[in-house]
């Protein structure tokens, strides 16, 4: 979808409401095409380079620090397959927040159902950067990183919304609100493409670790020397581990990129489950916008516009009122709350 197409969203100028979805579908595909596009460019760069390693890391142990880049390059694209996932679900829920919306009876409406259709793309999109994002952090646990970025934080679901189990408190994942003996089958693309690079990513490290292996099996002689020295009271310490510097850094640094490595692949794990049967999905990306659409228009008639979005003056103090229906939202996030409750129409159309 290009810059033209996007800023006509939700303005009337497309012929149809098909117009408008054919649009959010292409740009949809689009993403989810190019990380497939990445993956497989990923792993033929991956299956070529794992090559190199196998058949020259006998003679050549350093030859295993190909796996460093290697892993960096597995988790980047894996990084982009959120992204771009995310990206997909929150158009695709657009549509079906679009579709939604004709099966609510008019006067259950606080504003008027044209408006609400008719909402311009790019408008939504800001309205959803405060909201979406404010729900998300009522939802989930994120620890910020200060230190190393590259490491992350893992979103968890906080502890109150894993016990409290009424619908009204776990609208965002599907698999809790369908009937026991049904089931809910979210697809599993994403998930045997990850569990692919996944599978670089441990075939990597565990050469990484073979090259470490190596280095020491290099220095044993010197490692059974400095022992019987030990033994005699003869050990010189200093010259000891100055004779295994190599294989003490080597060690070192394979062993916490490893650990750095693996606690990114779980919190990217973590965002794909999001995306499964989370706040990412494609269901609660369309209740999500029905709740951004709400608090967008609500903003704007606290500053003086009517249930038509006319009549104001100026939009000064957009982003504070948008803020506080953020904030008014998320109470009704919390446990013992509802957001059906919070969606009922304050002042009617």
């Given at each position: 979808m290009?810059?033209?197409?996007?800023?006509n969203v939700g303005t009337g100028s497309y012929e149809d409401e098909w117009d408008l979805i054919k649009v959010l579908r292409e740009e949809a595909a689009e993403m989810k095409e190019c990380f497939t596009r990445y993956s497989f460019q990923t792993i033929s760069i991956s299956v070529a380079a794992l090559g190199v390693i196998l058949s020259t890391q006998l003679t050549k142990p350093t030859v295993g620090w190909i796996s460093v880049p290697l892993v960096l390059l597995v988790l980047a694209v894996m990084r982009i397959g959120i992204?771009?996932?995310t990206g997909a679900h929150r158009l695709y829920g657009f549509q079906l927040h679009l579709a939604r919306l004709k099966h609510i009876k008019d006067d259950a409406l606080e504003f008027r159902r044209e408006l609400m259709l008719g909402i311009n793309w790019e408008e939504a999109m800001r309205a959803w950067r405060v909201v979406q994002s404010t729900i998300f952090r009522t939802?989930?646990?994120?620890q910020p990183t200060k230190t190393i970025r590259f490491i992350g934080?893992?979103?968890t679901l906080k502890p109150e919304y894993k016990q409290d189990q009424s619908e009204s408190n776990t609208w965002f994942r599907v698999s809790s609100l369908i009937d026991n003996d049904a089931s809910f089958y979210?697809?599993?693309?994403m998930r045997t493409m990850f569990s692919i690079l996944i599978s670089i990513i441990g075939v990597s490290l565990l050469l990484l670790f073979v090259m470490v292996g190596q280095e020491i099996a290099n220095v044993w002689p010197t490692i059974e020397t400095a022992y019987q020295s030990f033994g005699a009271g003869k050990l010189d310490l200093t010259s000891f581990l100055w004779d295994l510097k190599y294989p003490i850094f080597t060690a070192l640094v394979a062993a916490g990129f490893a650990v750095a490595s693996i606690r990114r692949v779980l919190q990217i794990t973590a965002r794909r489950h999001m995306l499964e049967d989370g706040v990412h999905s494609i269901h609660s990306c369309a209740i999500a916008w029905q709740l951004v659409t709400i608090a967008h228009f609500r903003a704007l008639r606290d500053l003086g516009a009517d249930n038509a979005g006319n009549g104001m003056s100026s939009l000064s103090g957009y982003s504070r009122a948008l803020s506080e229906q953020a904030v008014d939202l998320a109470t009704f996030l919390h446990p013992k709350s509802s957001i059906y409750t919070w969606l009922e129409p304050k002042n009617p159309a």
């Open positions: 290009d810059d033209t197409q996007r800023a992204y771009k996932f939802l989930y646990s994120v934080s893992t979103p979210a697809g599993s693309y």
